[in-house]
């Protein structure tokens, strides 16, 4: 079975912090697929990349960087310079095959001006 | 733009009423798939569809139930049988049959019992 922990329930930062959102994760497949997304007050849950077990390179896209590190079975997520616009609920996600996604539980991050 | 659009974004439902949540997709996709969330939780799945007028439970179909005549839409009955149907329904469809390449979601029904 596959299973996705989100440990932080909820974090606070000031605006400009830096902040990095824990994702660790369980399967027995060799191929599998890493995602995150973002919950904004709105509701919607908006996708924020992709990342296939095969790949382990680090990602950087503006602000927003992920590090996945299949060692630990982590894909952990970092906001540089946090704004105001990051707060939101942030899922992680596992899937691959014919297996459904697996969220997480969420982790809530406030980002205080 | 292609998406997923549900309907109503509010609804508010009558003790022992059923209703149905829309969820209409444009981007080809094979896969749909209904999530209820409640206050501060996660996403659980309520049930999905791989292929027309086929459709699996999910962990917590008790309740619900859904149809799939058309590739394009997998409308959400909540029965009077649900008994705290209060919550979040999120609708997302997957490309193919599998999850390779995750979920694209709509921008959720938010239901109330009164």
């Known amino acids: 079975a596959q299973k996705v922990t989100q440990a932080q329930t909820e974090i606070s930062v000031v605006e400009k912090e830096d902040v990095t959102l824990d994702c660790v994760y369980e399967?027995?497949?060799?191929?599998?697929?890493l995602f995150w997304y973002k919950q904004p007050p709105s509701g919607e849950l908006v996708f924020l990349i992709r990342r296939n077990s095969f790949d382990e390179q680090n990602e950087i896209s503006g602000r927003y960087s992920w590090n996945f590190q299949k060692s630990t079975s982590s894909f952990n997520f970092t906001i540089t310079a946090s704004q105001v616009v990051d707060s939101a609920v942030y899922f992680c996600?596992?899937?691959?095959?014919?297996?459904?996604?697996?969220f997480g539980t969420g982790t809530k991050l406030q980002v205080i001006p | 733009d292609g998406g997923i659009t549900q309907s109503p974004k509010y609804l508010f439902r009558k003790e022992g009423q059923n209703v149905t949540l829309s969820c209409e997709q444009n981007l080809n996709h094979d896969a749909m798939y209904w999530y209820r969330q409640d206050p501060g939780q996660g996403l659980r799945l309520i049930y999905y569809s791989q292929i027309v007028n086929d459709f699996q439970k999910g962990d917590i179909a008790e309740g619900y139930s859904v149809s799939r005549e058309k590739k394009e839409s997998f409308p959400l009955t909540v029965t009077s049988a649900q008994k705290n149907p209060t919550a979040f329904y999120l609708c997302a469809s997957s490309r193919g049959s599998t999850s390779n390449y995750g979920y694209t979601f709509g921008s959720g029904t938010r239901l109330t019992v009164v």
């Open positions: 399967t027995r497949d060799t191929t599998y697929y």
């Open positions: 996600a596992l899937g691959g095959g014919y297996q459904k996604v697996t």
